[in-house]
């Protein structure tokens, strides 16, 4: 019997008493920390992870944290994504990591604009994110472009950071590709949560995989770095670990193939927000739970920016949509589908009276 991060012995004793975690652990065994995260992760690869490549932590957002501390020093920088997901703003702010700002270009499916990332980096820049299936953009990487950005890293000097908390909510024709699929070209620290793919964001149980076949991060002591910080922050509860083997290993097809299916429908419902004269929609969300459009202010009278448009809308209609300027995107919108049918269709019916009211005769 192998035993939890912390407190395994005594959690055993306790977890006799408590009626969910009997159900979560009558009859099973407890296995070792992140063995059934490596195997789950390992199913997508042309190699095997260890238990040792995987770091659990309290979802994918303290995985953001802990990365992005590991990697923070005097004078370095990392590349993000614009638009992209503003957690990883605020780690780089409070670390003082220098953030340079790579455009995703909505024309061409959001892919990365790979000529902007040669240009912006330098010397001391330390990694690239990317976010597959993405939020805020709905899309997802083709296989061409991961390896193109995977080679364009390496020539680069610099790791790739895959957020995949969205791994395989996928419904468009692209499928899910991880990154490590690209690991021999370059390192590559994958980071996601059951979060999503299971829908339990309160769970709080993520992970950092080192998807790296070469063992740069080890040799260049990234992973220590990794280690370092873990020792010194609050572990996913014990609880929680104890349940990951029922929760990756026991959950059935039909689960995720439903959740796809409503996420499926839920993205088509959405898309026929391209209809809305002041609003173009670039790219058909496929992936994830988001959609970006572009607010065109020349059809609308007495709205001055996306803020002033999402202002105004949550006052007359109490529909929210957040403005793109939070995301560094001004005068666009992102929308998440990820709501019951029946309020996605009544808030698509406001937004577009909304529109309506306010457009230009
Ligand atoms: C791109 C991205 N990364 C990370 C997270 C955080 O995930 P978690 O809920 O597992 O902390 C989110 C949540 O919305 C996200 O959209």
């Known amino acids: 019997m ?3 991060r912390r407190g395994g012995e005594i959690f055993w004793r306790e977890a006799k008493f408590v009626e969910p975690a009997k ?7 407890f296995l070792q920390e992140g063995s059934v995260v490596a195997e789950y992760l390992s199913k997508d690869l042309p190699y095997k992870l260890s238990p040792d490549d995987v770091f659990l932590t309290a979802g994918c957002t303290q995985a953001i944290d802990i990365v992005v501390s590991a990697l923070a020093r005097p004078d370095a920088n990392i590349l993000l994504p614009r638009p992209g997901f503003p957690m990883y703003e605020a780690r780089c702010t409070y670390t003082n990591l220098e953030m340079r700002h790579f455009d995703l270009i909505p024309e061409q499916g959001w892919e990365v604009d790979l000529d902007q990332v040669e240009k912006l980096a330098d010397e001391n820049t330390v990694a690239i994110v990317i976010i597959n299936p993405n939020n805020p953009c709905g899309s997802v990487l083709k296989y061409q472009h991961m390896e193109e950005i ?12 895959s957020d995949e908390v969205y791994d395989h909510l996928t419904f468009g024709s692209n499928p899910f590709i991880p990154m490590g699929v690209f690991g021999n070209i370059v390192p590559v620290l994958t980071l996601g949560s059951i979060s999503k793919r299971w829908v339990v964001p309160g769970w709080r149980l993520g992970w950092i995989a080192t998807t790296d076949p070469k063992g740069i991060l080890r040799k260049t002591k990234v992973v220590d770095s990794i280690r370092s910080i873990l020792d010194i922050t609050t572990d996913p509860a014990t609880f929680i670990q104890g349940a990951v083997p029922q929760i990756i290993e026991k959950t059935k097809d039909d689960f995720f193939n439903n959740i796809i299916h409503v996420l499926r429908d839920a993205a088509e419902l959405c898309y026929k927000i391209k209809d809305i004269k002041c609003i173009t929609c670039p790219h058909k969300p496929e992936g994830s739970m988001f959609v970006m459009v572009k607010l065109n202010l020349s059809y609308l009278v007495d709205i001055s920016d996306d803020v002033d448009f999402c202002s105004k809308l949550a006052k007359e209609e109490s529909v929210i949509i957040m403005p793109g300027s939070a995301l560094e995107m001004k005068n666009w919108l992102r929308i998440t589908f990820a709501v019951e049918p029946t309020s996605l269709v009544v808030g698509l019916e406001r937004l577009k009276s909304f529109c309506e009211r306010h457009e230009k005769n």
Request: aromatic residues 14%; hydrophobic residues 55%.
């Open 150 to 161: 995977a080679k364009t890293a390496r020539k680069l000097g610099v790791m790739v950071i």
């Open 23 to 29: 159900i979560f652990l009558e009859g099973g065994e």
């Open 2 to 4: 192998h035993f939890f």
